[in-house]
């Protein structure tokens, strides 16, 4: 759902998917080929949040700040399943994992890969191409070319999702009972070593 709040509404660019169970509230802005996951919060009600093209913020992510801050989500940053971002700026091209904690005046560098359950502390500042882990994070080496280009297939993915969606995606009763002859994904997506040999 998409809120308009004390007259800021979202401006959701044609290309991008909002899940209908998600909430986009207030002065947020959200590029090209973005993908909202179901149960997604971002809530601009206190301050600007921009997600540049190709980011995706999937499921059961909030991303939200103090009063009178504003923060951007640089282009393809991908937030993975459950992760916080509370007034936090990513960098282009970075893994958040999923279930992270990111706090308020936080700076995740470009092409930085924070791994899963991380919790990183207020104003804290990644540099580029760093590998993240822990509570509270550090920095555990810097992130090899390999570990990039498998995180960047990965978001491609994701921006993908976006024209799949608006495509196909639909409401409907469930079958009540599984059909003889139950089909599964194959084909339909690569896996991601076969879409890493691409």
């Known amino acids: 759902m998409i809120y308009s709040f004390k007259g800021f509404t979202p401006v959701v660019h044609e290309s991008?998917?909002?899940?209908?169970?998600?909430?986009?509230?207030?002065?947020?802005?959200?590029g090209k080929n973005c993908y909202i996951g179901p149960g997604a919060a971002?809530?601009?009600?206190?301050?600007?949040?921009?997600?540049?093209?190709?980011?995706?913020?999937q499921e059961n992510c909030t991303v939200h700040m103090f009063p009178g801050k504003s923060i951007t989500?640089?282009?393809?940053?991908?937030?993975?399943?459950?992760?916080i971002i509370h007034g936090a700026n990513l960098g282009k091209n970075c893994l958040i994992g999923m279930n992270t904690?990111?706090?308020d005046d936080a700076e995740i560098g470009d092409e930085s890969i924070v791994g899963a359950m991380a919790f990183i502390k207020a104003e804290t500042k990644i540099p580029n191409r760093s590998l993240v882990v822990g509570n509270p994070a550090k920095v555990?080496?810097?992130?090899?070319?390999?570990?990039?280009?498998?995180?960047?297939?990965?978001?491609?993915l994701y921006q993908q999702l976006p024209k799949d969606c608006h495509e196909s995606l639909k409401?409907?009763?469930?079958?009540?009972?599984?059909?003889?002859?139950?089909?599964i994904q194959e084909g339909i997506y690569d896996t991601l070593r076969d879409f890493m040999k691409k």
């Open 73 to 83: 989500l640089k282009e393809s940053a991908h937030v993975g399943h459950g992760a």
């Open 171 to 183: 409401e409907v009763e469930p079958l009540r009972e599984v059909p003889a002859k139950m089909k």
């Open 16 to 30: 991008s998917f909002v899940h209908p169970l998600a909430a986009v509230t207030g002065n947020v802005i959200i």
């Open 140 to 156: 555990l080496k810097q992130v090899s070319d390999e570990m990039l280009a498998w995180k960047t297939k990965g978001t491609q």
């Open 42 to 57: 971002i809530r601009g009600d206190w301050g600007q949040i921009i997600l540049e093209d190709g980011v995706n913020v």
């Open 101 to 103: 904690v990111i706090m």
